[in-house]
């Protein structure tokens, strides 16, 4: 006997539907009918199987992890899981080979810093007189050298006089290139800083999904609630990590995944919890409504 069988003598012992089955977990009809006839393949992974098999089990008042064990060679944990694995590599992989070049991200600052100096530079050649015509038009023809004579002769400016324009100049150049540069170092550690995105893909029949893309090293979930909110919490083993009413003076909950691939949480009163990852809200859909909850996080690193 197979444990869908299993799952489907006891059901029909005790006199219940699918419908009734499905009332209680939350969990498809069409799932349900797939476990009893181990159709895992129609299944959305290896996570959902096990999740929704030990739920299976608990509503049926079975042990559900004494059931999985007896009937591990069964159910085809091992193959999908290492298929699971090949594509989160793959996928970081593709994501590393991808990556812009370090010395790219430098070129904007190169380029402002060198227009910077030119524009200095030009402003300095124009006050030296270097595009000017003052040479020719204070020249004056050999001929009329003897008329003029007389007239008082200007003195072109003292070379001390230079050297303090060139002086202020070459100050304002390096003090507006440092401006620049501190400016531009700046920008570049908001862009490298790290951060994380959770996205809400779907919600239907009290099930929500969600996609985290993080590019932190540490992640930390944290749940309180402020009434009374019975919670599980579970990794993509099915390794519990919570399971208790938790209520606003045990709050907050504080778990680390920054190893997990999945997470797996069940809650009720969902209008009383607040879940957050990294201090970052999770938004519950606009269309949730009372009743036990089930949310599926699928985490991706860069």
């Known amino acids: 006997m197979g444990i869908g069988e299993r799952l489907k003598e006891e059901r029909e012992r005790q006199k219940m539907t699918l419908q009734d089955v499905q009332t209680m977990t939350k969990i498809q009809v069409r799932y349900l009918d797939a476990i009893e006839q181990e159709r895992f393949n129609v299944m959305p992974g290896s996570f959902y199987v096990r999740a929704f098999i030990k739920e299976y ?22 193959q999908e899981e290492q298929v699971v694995l090949s ?46 015509g003052e040479d020719d038009n204070n020249s004056t023809p050999a001929d009329n050298n003897d008329n003029n004579a007389g ?53 239907e029949n009290n099930e929500s999904n969600y996609t ?16 009374r909110n019975w919670l599980e919490i579970e990794d993509q083993s099915g390794e519990s990590y919570y399971t208790s009413t ?15 691939e999945e997470l797996y949480l069940r809650f009720g009163a969902p209008e009383a919890i607040n879940i957050s990852i ?25």
């Open 87 to 132: 594509r989160v590599n793959s996928s970081k992989k593709n994501s590393t080979s991808v990556k812009t070049p370090a010395v790219f991200s430098f070129l904007p600052s190169v380029i402002v810093v060198l227009l910077i100096i030119g524009i200095v530079l030009m402003v300095w050649l124009f006050r030296q007189g270097i595009f000017g």
């Open 246 to 260: 938790l209520t606003e003076d045990a709050g907050p909950v504080e778990v680390d995944i920054s190893d997990f």
């Open 212 to 227: 985290i893309t993080t590019s932190e090293e540490e992640l930390t979930l944290e749940i309180t609630s402020n009434n």
């Open 151 to 203: 007239e008082e002769v200007e003195l072109p400016p003292t070379q001390e006089g230079n050297e303090g324009n060139n002086g202020e100049n070459q100050d304002q150049s390096n003090s507006e290139e440092d401006t620049s540069q501190e400016d531009n170092q700046g920008d570049e550690t908001e862009a490298d800083e790290p951060s994380t995105d959770i996205v809400l893909d779907n919600y």
């Open 278 to 302: 990294n201090g970052k809200q999770i938004s519950l859909s606009e269309d949730i409504q009372a009743g036990v909850q089930e949310a599926w996080f699928t985490i991706e690193k860069q």
């Open 57 to 78: 089990a608990t509503i049926l008042g079975l042990n559900p992890d004494e059931l999985m064990e007896e009937y591990k060679s069964d159910l085809p944990f091992d």
